[in-house]
């Protein structure tokens, strides 16, 4: 539409484009945008204010999360708040991450239960939005947890592992390194291979972002 208008400046940086610019389509970006609102539960028809999405409510939640005594249904809806709170809220999502709620996360990732499963891998796509904390996931293990959930989790969960892996590969480092870690790319390609059209979509958009790098 830019171009379109007759406009021949870069709409950010406004600096001249060439005469005829050549144009790359960022596919795995746009699978991420249309697919956030999916994966994320709504939120009510009233729009939260920021001083009810306050740091304290956050604080409570995290400890719970992180609290070796909580129940699987405690953690569970704890997760489930936390993934409203840090759809859109970056303040809090790099609260979350710097709390150590991510290791919390990631266990409930290991578990048994699809749902809290799918919370938590909610909640770390919510995290991965941050540049900042797309390489902190990978150095804490994510990897290893989204190949796992690719080959035996639920339906939805394996569609979510695979968006957050396109996610992490938005940073050049983390495609070489999900792109030598055992049985990555093979469960995607597999995943397209026998998924449902959601599984399929998803796995395709994680491994296009992947092999822009070109080991992988």
Not at 30 to 39: E, K, T, Y
Request: proline share 4%; glycine share 4%; hydrophobic share 40%.
């Amino acid at each position: 539409q830019w171009i379109d208008s007759g406009n021949r400046t870069c709409p950010i940086t406004k600096l001249p484009l060439s005469e005829n610019p050549s144009l790359i389509p960022n596919h795995a970006l746009r699978s991420l945008i249309s697919n956030f609102a999916h994966v994320i539960p709504k939120e009510s028809s009233r729009p939260r204010t920021q001083q009810e999405l306050s740091q304290s409510q956050s604080q409570a939640l995290i400890s719970t999360l992180v609290s070796r005594s909580s129940s699987n249904a405690s953690k569970l809806e704890s997760l489930t708040r936390l993934v409203r709170l840090t759809k859109r809220d970056s303040s809090i999502r790099r609260k979350v991450t710097e709390s150590g709620a991510v290791r919390a996360a990631l266990d409930c990732v290991d578990s048994c239960n699809q749902v809290l499963q799918e919370k938590s891998l909610s909640l770390l796509l919510n995290l991965s939005l941050e540049d900042d904390n797309k390489v902190g996931l990978v150095a804490d293990g994510v990897i290893r947890r989204i190949v796992a959930v690719l080959r035996v989790g639920s339906p939805d969960c394996k569609a979510i592992a695979a968006t957050l892996l396109t996610s992490l590969a938005v940073v050049e480092v983390n495609k070489a390194t999900i792109g030598s870690y055992p049985d990555a790319i093979s469960a995607l390609v597999y995943l397209l291979r026998v998924g449902n059209d959601r599984e399929r979509k998803e796995s395709a958009t994680a491994l296009y972002a992947l092999c822009s790098f070109m080991d992988n």
